[in-house]
């Protein structure tokens, strides 16, 4: 079964506000990461918070993990158009194979 | 330089087909995997290879079948292709030892006619 639920499922926005998706998942993890997937593109990587780990910051990007409650949350302050794009959160497992089970996603829109 | 990179991009074939996606990655890294992304955006991880190693077998059918000639490569070959199998299937790979941050290919649009 899917491993990660994001919400909202879409988010517009205007380009100066901040921006905020949040992923629940299920299991135990390694680490949660997030994922930028612009249209018909791959997906890159954003940022890495380890399970020992209540938040991270890569520039105007941050990022914060409850394991208690399972969730993370990704805020992206001051978005501009170029940010419009599915973000999606990822988790390691703690078992082996580096295998990453991916949440649903977040479509965001960023308008001008 | 393209670190992740696989082929072809799209990819039109009638049912029936075997077809084969290529994906060579220049990042030195020892696992490499394969996912399928369906029509709503949802990715699930078929495969991955650890230096050559199946390590991860998804309940795929086996008419799909992966190829790692050696760790910098890893083939998808689909026989028999099927309708349902339409996707967008994106090779991705990582260090293990660095976490599992993962660097991904743009991804192979496949349609089935």
């Known amino acids: 079964s899917q491993q990660g639920e994001e919400d909202p499922q879409a988010l517009s926005i205007q380009e100066g506000e901040n921006a905020t998706m949040n992923c629940s998942y299920k299991t135990s993890i390694n680490n949660l990461q997030w994922y930028r997937q612009n249209s018909g593109r791959g997906l890159v990587h954003l940022i890495l918070?380890?399970?020992?780990?209540r938040e991270k910051h890569s520039g105007r990007l941050r990022v914060t993990l409850d394991t208690s409650k399972k969730s993370s949350s990704l805020l992206i302050t001051a978005s501009r158009a170029a940010d419009t794009a599915s973000y999606f959160c990822a988790t390691a497992g703690r078992g082996g194979g580096n295998k990453l089970t991916f949440g649903t996603g977040t479509q965001l829109k960023v308008e001008l | 330089d393209t670190a992740v990179s696989q082929t072809p991009k799209y990819l039109v074939t009638q049912m029936g087909n075997d077809k084969s996606i290529k994906c060579e990655q220049n990042?030195?890294?020892?696992?490499m995997y394969w996912y399928k992304q369906d029509s709503k955006k949802f990715l699930k991880i078929m495969f991955s290879?650890?230096?050559?190693?199946?390590?991860i077998n998804e309940t795929v059918p086996n008419r799909f079948s992966p190829k790692s000639p050696d760790k910098a490569h890893l083939n998808l070959h689909i026989n028999s292709l099927e309708l349902g199998d339409s996707a967008v299937y994106f090779c991705?790979?990582?260090?293990?030892?660095?976490?599992?941050?993962?660097?991904f290919g743009q991804g192979t649009r496949l349609t089935v006619v």
């Open positions: 991705a790979s990582s260090q293990q030892d660095r976490g599992s941050e993962a660097f």
């Open positions: 918070i380890r399970s020992n780990e």
């Open positions: 990042l030195g890294h020892d696992t």
């Open positions: 290879y650890n230096n050559k190693e199946l390590i």
